[in-house]
């Protein structure tokens, strides 16, 4: 049962990023060192546009919530405040803060939750300090101000563009493989890529990849992704659509160079890690005197210490 707390500071903090492809936990403890983490299926806020959406959201909260329990537990009970970045999220979401505090059975003051690009944000830059481009099964560019406000790029969703993302590279592969048995039948047959789609799809029929693509998550098509890295040193077409993903992912920077001012660049997320020509093409693709890196600093433990960070607004809960 929680009863309430007199402090006002967590003794944990919960961080939470959820993409389409896969949702990565942490616990962190006062001192940030992490207690725990962990990995479920990838979430979005778009699954509360359906009933079943929404009972598979709140389902997997609560298996986190579980293993953070767990995992504190072992430990020493304590005050917990949580905060999760979610795709599909623009500013808070009352209902997703609902879900958190019923699976984690703490007060609603002692959950936040954004963009999983803020998160993203802050695990590479302080406010005003640089600009993030994320690529995972979309992407978007961010750029938070000294003042915290939040600007971007991109992020209109796999259906309109996230050029760049694991679900564009996978759909301009399928797009370039279909084409070309349109021209020659049996044409998979000496693609490399084609090769590997096909295996990682189930058959080389036209009914497997239209089974696939239109009826699986975006997330499991954004998978294919790894097929199309995996067979770029053995065919050309693969390794250009990677080298055209770094170009669409340089775009979305240059959207934040004219608007804000020249900064640092950092690139980050799993579609970005495919190959190591997309990071080269985006660095080919900006200014000389840019700075440009590649941030590797996790999102769900900037989540965790945003958390921590938080003071929380009413009587946090204690696990007991």
Same mark, same amino acid.
Request: proline content about 3%.
């Given at each position: 049962?929680? !009863? +309430? ?15 389409? $492809?896969?949702?990565? =936990?942490?616990?962190? %403890?006062?001192s940030?060192? *992490? /207690? ?27 298996? *986190?919530? $579980? ?6 537990? !072992?430990?020493? @009970?304590?005050?917990?405040? /949580?905060?999760?970045?979610? $795709? ?23 959950? !936040?939750?954004?963009? %999983?690009?803020?998160?993203?944000? #802050? ?18 560019? #961010? ?11 991109g ?5 309109? %563009? %996230?050029?760049?993302?694991?679900? =564009? *590279?996978? @759909? ?54 790894l097929?199309?890295?995996?067979s #770029?040193?053995?065919? +050309? ?9 770094g ?14 001012? !020249?900064? +640092? ?9 495919l190959?190591? /020509? ?24 900037a ?18």
């Amino acid at each position: 049962m929680n !009863t +309430p707390a007199n402090s006002l500071s967590a003794d944990w903090g919960v961080g939470i990023d959820a993409g389409g $492809t896969q949702t990565r =936990w942490c616990v962190m %403890d006062r001192s940030g060192d *992490i /207690v725990s983490e962990g990995a479920v299926r990838g979430l979005s806020a778009l699954m509360l546009g359906s009933e079943s959406g929404k009972a598979l959201l709140a389902n997997s909260l609560a298996e *986190i919530a $579980t293993a953070v329990g767990q995992s504190i537990e !072992t430990v020493v @009970r304590g005050v917990m405040s /949580v905060h999760a970045g979610f $795709t599909g999220v623009d500013g808070s979401s009352v209902t997703l803060t609902r879900l958190l505090s019923d699976a984690f059975g703490v007060f609603e003051s002692s959950v !936040t939750v954004s963009g %999983d690009i803020e998160i993203a944000h #802050a695990a590479a830059f302080a406010p005003g300090e640089g600009y993030l481009i994320y690529a995972g099964t979309g992407s978007i560019a #961010a750029f938070v101000d000294e003042h915290g406000g939040l600007h971007r790029a991109g992020g209109r969703g796999v259906l309109l %563009d %996230d050029a760049g993302g694991g679900y =564009w *590279i996978a @759909r301009e592969a399928l797009r370039h493989i279909w084409r070309a048995e349109d021209e020659q039948p049996n044409a998979w047959r000496a693609s490399p890529m084609a090769v590997a789609l096909f295996e990682q799809l189930g058959g080389s029929q036209w009914s497997a990849s239209r089974e696939f693509f239109y009826t699986k998550d975006r997330g499991e098509i954004g998978r294919l992704a790894l097929s199309v890295a995996k067979s #770029a040193e053995q065919d +050309p077409i693969a390794l250009n659509i990677l080298q055209r993903a770094g170009e669409e992912l340089a775009r979305l920077a240059h959207c934040l160079l004219r608007r804000f001012g !020249t900064r +640092p660049v950092a690139l980050a997320g799993r579609a970005a890690a495919l190959h190591p /020509v997309i990071a080269q093409s985006m660095r080919d693709a900006l200014p000389s005197d840019i700075e440009f890196r590649i941030s590797t600093q996790p999102a769900h433990h900037a989540a965790a210490r945003m958390a921590l960070a938080r003071p929380i607004a009413q009587s946090p809960t204690v696990l007991s």
